[in-house]
């Protein structure tokens, strides 16, 4: 039952105490080995170099008695987990006992002592020794886990102190690059309020400019109708009257006057041409439809190319600002198709529906890429563009290569 390797320190000043000490133990103890220290102090240096397993100490010896041994002991880290039985011869009162306890010894035994009592208890003081050392080991492990984790803790904390640092800087970034950012954006609110007042501007020049040059326009065409073409009747009657003053026998007079008299009639054609194209009375006598109508087909007499008008309903009407815009829209179509399109059919429809006035302009010639659009330096889209700006309308052209050009104009009619 008690381990054969069981190891007994016993320390006593009496040599022959121990002799017989060390008898009892091997008789009844096999296998055990019994160390023996004759005081005090090399029993401490014994039990540190050999680690018995308990120490029988007496507590009567002179010099170092045993309570002082046991309290030394005890003192020690290590020396502290063997379990100390102190052996008395002397009578044990109440008193020693205390002291004993109050030293640090597990237990005392006072003697004769009785043997298999003996036997038990350095049983139960390896044991305690055993659960002491385990104690210590647990002890010991518990401290080195506090110590990594305060070590760990102090690490996590040195990081959290360093980010929250950083973070004190970047919020500080932050703030600056934000008040950079609405400074910027300050700037461009008020870069936009310029802009959109000088576009308000230009577009109001441009509007300006378009109603300067349709009156120029009108200027220009009744002047060349009223006063040329008046000048030129004026011419053709003066020619009559000559021509009827010519002696028969000056043939080449007569031809001479036949000639001028085609020239004339020629150039008040040219003139009724170039007038109408410039403003077309049409417009202003018979609106809107007609000059379109009119004008389709014009376009027809010049290129041989069908186009094909239709007005819904037949008796609309436009204020004369708009119909002006909605009919250059239709010329420059009509000449774009002209220039560009090599089209055999053009369709022209001018529809009031719904509050708006939806007109259309389709062909069915070449057509080009809506991208290609950005390169050139035209003014004819963009002036349609334009044009439907000024009416508070929308434009829209669609082509492909080889399907056409579609362009669809819708004019509020409430905001004219
Ligand atoms: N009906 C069409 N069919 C085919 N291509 C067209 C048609 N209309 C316009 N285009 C293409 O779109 C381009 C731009 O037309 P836009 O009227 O803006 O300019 P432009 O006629 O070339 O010059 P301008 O400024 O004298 O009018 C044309 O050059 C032509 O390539
Ligand atoms: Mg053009």
């Known amino acids: 039952m008690v381990s054969t390797k069981m190891k007994i320190l016993a320390i006593d000043d009496k040599q022959d105490h121990l002799v017989s000490l ?38 009567g010896m002179t010099g170092m008695d045993g309570f002082e041994v046991c309290r030394q002991l005890k003192d020690d880290n290590t020396l502290s987990m063997i379990p100390v039985v102190f052996l008395t011869s002397l009578k044990t009162d109440r008193n020693s006992v205390i002291k004993a306890l109050e030293a640090g010894a597990e237990v005392l035994l006072s003697k004769p002592i009785d043997e298999m009592h003996m036997v038990t208890l350095l049983h139960s003081m390896v044991r305690i020794k055993e659960s002491n050392v385990r104690k210590q080991k647990e002890q010991e492990r518990l401290s080195d886990l506090i110590q990594q984790r305060t070590t760990k803790l102090k690490q996590e904390s040195e990081q959290r102190t360093k980010a929250e640092e950083t973070l004190v800087v970047t919020n500080l970034k932050l703030r600056k690059s934000q008040s950079a950012l609405l400074n910027i954006l300050e700037d ?28 120029e326009r009108a200027e220009i065409a009744q002047n060349l109708h009223d006063d040329l073409g008046q000048k030129l009747t004026a011419l053709n009657i003066d020619l009559a009257w000559l021509a009827a003053r010519v002696p028969v026998d000056f043939p080449e007079l007569s031809d001479k006057i036949d000639t001028m008299h085609e020239l004339i009639l020629d150039t008040a054609s040219r003139i009724k041409e170039i007038s109408s194209k410039l403003r077309p009375s049409i417009l202003d006598d018979l609106g809107i439809a ?29 204020p004369s600002n708009t119909a002006t815009q909605v009919f250059r829209i239709v010329q420059e179509s009509l000449t774009n ?23 259309r302009i389709k062909d069915n010639g070449d057509g080009f890429m809506e991208e290609e659009l950005g390169d050139k330096k035209s003014f004819g889209l963009s002036g349609m563009e334009e044009r439907t700006k000024l009416c508070n309308g929308t434009f829209s052209i669609k082509s492909k290569p080889g399907s056409g050009v579609e362009i669809i104009v819708e004019i509020p009619i409430s905001g004219q």
């Open 22 to 59: 060390k008898a009892i133990l091997d008789d009844l103890v096999p296998g055990i080995r019994v160390i023996m220290a004759t005081n005090g102090r090399k029993g401490i240096a014994l039990a540190m170099m050999e680690n018995p397993d308990v120490i029988l100490l007496e507590i």
């Open 188 to 215: 461009l609110k008020q870069q936009n309020i310029a802009r959109k007042q000088s576009e308000e501007r230009l577009r109001e020049l441009t509007t300006h400019i378009q109603e300067v040059r349709e009156e």
């Open 290 to 318: 007609a000059a379109i109508s009119w004008q389709a087909n014009e376009f027809s007499n010049r290129t041989d190319i069908p186009c094909k008008v239709s007005i819904i309903p037949e008796s609309l009407t436009m």
């Open 337 to 359: 198709i002209m220039r560009h399109a090599e089209a055999s059919n053009v369709v022209i429809s001018l529809i009031e529906k719904q509050k708006k006035w939806r007109l």
